[in-house]
């Protein structure tokens, strides 16, 4: 079995499928460096978050209201099998799940969030899922300027992203899989992998490369790969995270449009994400657009208007790398049987957990088996393609730039954005 990719994806299952047959011969196929890309790269949010909401999941062919919020459950519990597993192969990823608070700083913001709450309760969601927090509540959590509520959900524990895959890797080889780095694959065929070095065939071969997926050769269109960056302070004294909070190292965002995401590391680090990068033309990937000064900068500006004490700290640490988006912003994992071909992705960013499930449910898909996993309504979903060049770059871009603008014209009017509203289906609004 052949394996294109050692991220998160490729790594569990190639974990889970050698753990389950300890006689299976697994050979990973990466062309950097295992956890190279996004796996290792990414904000270290470990959460139940999946790309598309649940009204769009039931609306999947073949799916129905109760499938969706079995995925969504499928998702809760994902984050408690990624902290058990990495325990039990003591991989010290320096997890600590402690949940998210997600703040409303403005009108707007407030409304978004008792509309989510609300929306969750008519899905049957309770308190234990999601739950609303007054300005009060939110302030024991963090002290942000201009809150005026949040909300919080339990799902979601923060690690060290390299930590957790360059631990996994060695865990796949201690059971005896064989990744092969610095192994480019060109092109995926019917039970073969082409790579710059030779054909590498097997009965199943695995695609698990999420942005890179635009590299192989005729898959440029399957998914958009979008920049996220990330900035991270020098380990910051008692002090100052007496004046910011994060007591329980709770992961950390707002109800603004345009993404953003922070945690709390286990050196005192905060580290602190956002969107914003362009889509650069032709689906291109390179190692110059993981810096983006102008993003970096915007990333320092808000990170020191949510938190002043911030002003004087250094911020020693910088970063990006592409995430991929499908044209319907819903991750898919599934298995052709008649080509031996199967895959999995398309996580807009929320990969971490969704990684583990997509693993375990390529398990089950490869050995044949009629799970609740392999039940689930992403299974088989196959998205359409994004638009050819150059309207690609002019809708995603678009998108992007719409969120700021979002943001703006909420600040000026205090209700919510129009533009947003407008926008919502090329960015995956729900």
Same mark, same amino acid.
């Given at each position: 079995?052949?394996?294109? @990719? *050692?991220?998160? $994806?490729?790594?569990?299952?190639?974990?889970?499928?050698? =753990?389950?047959?300890?006689? #299976?011969?697994? !050979? /990973?196929?990466?062309?950097?460096?295992?956890?190279?890309?996004?796996?290792?790269?990414?904000?270290?949010?470990?959460?139940?978050?999946?790309?598309?909401?649940?009204?769009?999941?039931?609306?999947?062919?073949?799916?129905?209201?109760?499938?969706?919020?079995?995925?969504?459950?499928?998702?809760?519990?994902?984050?408690?099998?990624?902290?058990?597993?990495?325990?039990?192969?003591?991989?010290?990823?320096?997890?600590?799940?402690?949940?998210?608070?997600?703040?409303?700083?403005?009108?707007?913001?407030?409304?978004?969030?008792?509309?989510?709450?609300?929306?969750?309760?008519?899905?049957?969601?309770?308190?234990?899922?999601?739950?609303?927090?007054?300005?009060?509540?939110?302030?024991?959590?963090?002290?942000?300027?201009?809150?005026? @509520? *949040?909300?919080? $959900?339990?799902?979601?524990?923060?690690?060290?992203?390299? =930590?957790?895959?360059?631990? #996994?890797?060695? !865990? /796949?080889?201690?059971?005896?899989?064989?990744?092969?780095?610095?192994?480019?694959?060109?092109?995926?065929?019917?039970?073969?992998?082409?790579?710059?070095?030779?054909?590498?065939?097997?009965?199943?071969?695995?695609?698990?490369?999420?942005?890179?997926?635009?590299?192989?050769?005729?898959?440029?269109?399957?998914?958009?790969?979008?920049?996220?960056?990330?900035?991270?302070?020098?380990?910051?004294?008692?002090?100052?995270?007496?004046?910011?909070?994060?007591?329980?190292?709770?992961?950390?965002?707002?109800?603004?449009?345009?993404?953003?995401?922070?945690?709390?590391?286990?050196?005192?680090?905060?580290?602190?994400?956002?969107?914003?990068?362009?889509?650069?033309?032709?689906?291109?990937?390179?190692?110059?657009?993981?810096?983006?000064?102008?993003?970096?900068?915007?990333?320092?500006?808000?990170?020191?208007?949510?938190?002043?004490?911030?002003?004087?700290?250094?911020?020693?640490?910088?970063?990006?790398?592409?995430?991929?988006?499908?044209?319907?912003?819903?991750?898919?994992?599934?298995?052709?049987?008649?080509?031996?071909?199967?895959?999995?992705?398309?996580?807009?960013?929320?990969?971490?957990?969704?990684?583990?499930?997509?693993?375990?449910?390529?398990?089950?898909?490869?050995?044949?088996?009629?799970?609740?996993?392999?039940?689930?309504?992403?299974?088989?979903?196959?998205?359409?393609?994004?638009?050819?060049?150059?309207?690609?770059?002019?809708?995603?871009?678009?998108?992007?730039?719409?969120?700021?603008?979002?943001?703006?014209?909420?600040?000026?009017?205090?209700?919510?954005?129009?533009?947003?509203?407008?926008?919502?289906?090329?960015?995956?609004?729900?």
């Amino acid at each position: 079995m052949a394996v294109v @990719g *050692a991220g998160l $994806t490729g790594l569990w299952t190639a974990y889970y499928l050698l =753990r389950e047959d300890p006689s #299976l011969r697994v !050979a /990973v196929l990466e062309a950097e460096t295992a956890g190279f890309g996004a796996s290792g790269r990414n904000g270290g949010w470990c959460s139940a978050l999946f790309p598309a909401g649940l009204a769009k999941l039931a609306a999947l062919p073949g799916s129905s209201r109760e499938q969706a919020l079995t995925l969504h459950r499928a998702m809760r519990a994902t984050v408690d099998e990624v902290l058990e597993t990495a325990d039990a192969e003591n991989i010290d990823a320096q997890a600590h799940k402690g949940g998210t608070i997600t703040l409303a700083r403005s009108p707007a913001q407030l409304r978004r969030a008792r509309a989510e709450v609300e929306a969750a309760r008519a899905w049957g969601r309770g308190a234990d899922d999601v739950r609303l927090l007054d300005a009060e509540q939110a302030d024991a959590r963090l002290r942000a300027t201009r809150v005026l @509520g *949040a909300t919080f $959900t339990p799902d979601c524990a923060v690690l060290h992203p390299s =930590r957790l895959v360059r631990g #996994l890797a060695r !865990a /796949v080889e201690r059971r005896g899989g064989r990744i092969y780095e610095h192994t480019r694959v060109r092109e995926i065929r019917p039970r073969q992998a082409l790579t710059e070095h030779g054909v590498v065939s097997a009965g199943t071969v695995l695609r698990a490369t999420e942005g890179y997926t635009v590299s192989l050769r005729g898959m440029r269109r399957d998914v958009a790969p979008v920049y996220s960056l990330v900035i991270a302070t020098e380990p910051l004294s008692g002090p100052v995270w007496e004046r910011i909070g994060l007591r329980e190292r709770e992961s950390f965002t707002d109800h603004r449009n345009l993404i953003v995401y922070g945690q709390r590391t286990a050196d005192g680090r905060l580290v602190f994400g956002g969107r914003g990068a362009p889509y650069h033309f032709g689906s291109r990937i390179r190692p110059g657009y993981d810096r983006e000064t102008r993003v970096f900068a915007m990333l320092r500006r808000t990170l020191v208007d949510m938190f002043p004490v911030l002003a004087a700290a250094r911020f020693t640490h910088a970063w990006g790398g592409a995430l991929g988006i499908p044209r319907d912003w819903v991750a898919s994992v599934g298995l052709d049987r008649d080509t031996g071909t199967g895959w999995a992705g398309g996580y807009v960013g929320d990969g971490v957990a969704t990684t583990n499930l997509a693993g375990r449910t390529l398990r089950d898909l490869v050995l044949e088996r009629d799970t609740d996993l392999t039940r689930l309504p992403w299974v088989g979903h196959r998205s359409r393609r994004w638009e050819p060049e150059p309207l690609r770059w002019l809708g995603v871009n678009t998108g992007l730039r719409a969120m700021t603008f979002a943001d703006i014209e909420e600040r000026l009017t205090r209700r919510p954005s129009l533009v947003a509203r407008a926008v919502a289906p090329l960015v995956g609004g729900h």
